[in-house]
């Protein structure tokens, strides 16, 4: 199995896991990610789950950089900056998520909400970025290419609204 498909599966049960022990718990009933970390035993689940995250996801940007890297043609200079500039930005994601874990809502919640913004918000230029590359190259199939896109501007969309 693929570190991408591992990575993704892994936050998605994470995540259903940690929503799931909340509200079974009472603790929320309608809790935001950030609102899962706050009181055990979902707080050691949402450490583990962010750590993990963040110790898998420079072994995807990595892979998705040399992968566009491969694809491309040495002289085009700008893809190529520009995929060093996301693959910085995957790695800021990661530490942002670190950061996220250790630090909960309860413990530190400047430092929390520092890194979680810093994940969040970086995470959805990464992806939207880089799905205007796989969509503009046509590296895979044009259905998944519109899927990404999508998930990109919806959050995006949600970034913009919030503020």
Not at 100 to 126: L, Q, W
Request: aromatic residues 12%; positive net charge; hydrophobic residues 50%.
């Amino acid at each position: 199995m693929e570190v991408p498909v591992i990575w993704v599966i892994w936050n998605l049960w994470g995540l259903y896991v940690l929503v799931l022990l909340t509200v079974l718990s009472g603790h929320n009933r309608k809790p935001f990610i950030s609102d899962t970390g706050i009181q055990p035993p979902e707080s050691v689940v949402y450490t583990a789950v962010f750590l993990v995250s963040s110790i898998l996801g420079p072994g995807v940007a990595f892979l998705h950089y040399k992968f566009m890297i491969h694809r491309s043609e040495p002289s085009e200079k700008r893809f190529i900056i520009g995929q060093r500039i996301l693959f910085t930005i995957g790695w800021i994601v990661c530490i942002g998520n670190s950061v996220n874990a250790v630090f909960s809502m309860r413990s530190n919640h400047t430092a929390h909400r520092i890194g979680a913004g810093t994940a969040f918000v970086d995470m959805a230029t990464y992806n939207f970025c880089q799905a205007v590359c796989l969509y503009n190259r046509s590296y895979g199939s044009r259905l998944m290419c519109h899927v990404r896109l999508a998930a990109a501007l919806v959050t995006n969309v949600i970034l913009i609204l919030r503020k």
